[in-house]
Nanobody, 121 residues
Framework: QLAESGGGLVQPGGSLRLSCEYSGLTLDYYAIGWFRQAPGKEREGVVCLSPTLGTIPYADSMKGRFTISTDNAKNAVYLQMNSLKPDDTGVYHC????????????????WGQGTQVTVSS
């Protein structure tokens, strides 16, 4: 199971850290990906952490601004988001897949319920 938290309202240029708490899996064997979905748009990959290949970014627009990290003691994966823009607004989900980071969201097996991020002044 996966559960996201940490979303909210932030001004442009601000930062947020999202959390994905997981249970029933281990990061030794599962990849964790972050996705977002803006109103009226398709789900978009943000970044994925693979047990074999490390960090795999899905989109160039978020490189250098978004960072994925883990805390094994807390069974959590984080998404640190800096220099936020209004286009970053959406519902952010984490998802799990066995061993590798799939190329599309359909390749992930389990999903959290999502957390809303709104970037607005």
């Amino acid at each position: 199971q996966l559960a996201e938290s940490g979303g909210g309202l932030v001004q442009p240029g601000g930062s947020l850290r999202l959390s994905c708490e997981y249970s029933g899996l281990t990061l030794d064997y599962y990849a964790i990906g972050w996705f977002r979905q803006a109103p009226g748009k398709e789900r978009e990959g943000v970044v994925c952490l693979s047990p074999t290949l490390g960090t795999i970014p899905y989109a160039d627009s978020m490189k250098g601004r978004f960072t994925i990290s883990t805390d094994n003691a807390k069974n959590a994966v984080y998404l640190q988001m800096n220099s936020l823009k209004p286009d970053d607004t959406g519902v952010y989900h984490c998802a799990a897949a066995a061993y590798v980071c799939p190329e599309s969201p359909s390749g992930f097996e389990d999903w959290g319920q999502g957390t809303q991020v709104t970037v607005s002044s």
